[in-house]
T-cell receptor
Framework: NAGVTQTPKFRVLKTGQSMTLLCAQD?????MYWYRQDPGMGLRLIHY???????AKGEVPDGYNVSRLKKQNFLLGLESAAPSQTSVYFC??????????????FGPGTRLTVL | GENVEQHPSTLSVQEGDSAVIKCTYS??????FPWYKQELGKGPQLIID?????GEKKDQRIAVTLNKTAKHFSLHITETQPEDSAVYFC???????????FGAGTRLTVKP
């Protein structure tokens, strides 16, 4: 099992450019999440999905869109990047309520810089 | 919404000493409190968690305590080793709620 993988690992964008971050998991998890991590602020939830075809807003959703067309993939899009979106982005996944508890499994992160 | 505060932001200990990291939360309805360890260049990894129906949980050298009345919980690492050096995050949420709030993190350095 590869677990949770993220593509790309690094990216530099200019203000106004668009891009899509891909998260893939091979653990058959129903729930998937996108977080951003900024210095001194911990992780903040951007969007999440509780199943294929569903998405919901988290704590800081503005400027981002997501899609969950396949159960194993969760895409995070930036339509018009801004310097404030410079951050490290983490994807996570988990089973729903059940024997596995509430453990979220995180990917290795994508470091995004917006100039 | 839930607000989680974590202290200290940095902690340096000698190998073999104990380390304690403390978190407070604001929403008395929160009932699930995980701790994550993040090594350099990697994603966070769950190391221990506790639910509000217990006051303490141990797993080898790590333990978590919860005081629901005071709304704070702590991570205790005994007999620290250099490989314990990492950033540790606490979090709080309703069990199986998707809106988990994280503390700002504690950078632990264990000196050999």
């Amino acid at each position: 099992n590869a677990g949770v993988t993220q593509t790309p690992k690094f990216r530099v964008l200019k203000t106004g450019q668009s891009m899509t971050l891909l998260c893939a998991q091979d653990m058959n998890h129903e729930y998937m999440y996108w977080y951003r991590q900024d210095p001194g602020m911990g992780l903040r939830l951007i969007h999440y999905s509780v199943g294929e075809g569903t998405t919901a807003k988290g704590e800081v959703p503005d400027g981002y869109n997501v899609s969950r067309l396949k159960k194993q993939n969760f895409l995070l899009g930036l339509e018009s990047a801004a310097p404030s979106q410079t951050s490290v982005y983490f994807c996570a996944s988990k089973f729903p309520l059940g024997g596995a508890g509430d453990t979220q499994y995180f990917g290795p992160g994508t470091r995004l810089t917006v100039l | 919404g839930e607000n989680v505060e974590q202290h200290p932001s940095t902690l340096s200990v000698q190998e073999g000493d104990s380390a304690v990291i403390k978190c407070t939360y604001s929403d008395s309805a929160s009932n699930y409190f995980p701790w994550y360890k993040q090594e350099l260049g990697k994603g966070p990894q769950l190391i221990i968690d506790i639910r509000s129906n217990v006051g303490e949980k141990k797993d080898q050298r790590i333990a978590v305590t919860l005081n629901k009345t005071a709304k704070h919980f702590s991570l205790h690492i005994t007999e620290t080793q250099p490989e314990d050096s990492a950033v540790y995050f606490c979090a709080a949420s309703l069990y199986n709620n998707n809106d988990m709030r994280f503390g700002a993190g504690t950078r632990l350095t264990v000196k050999p």
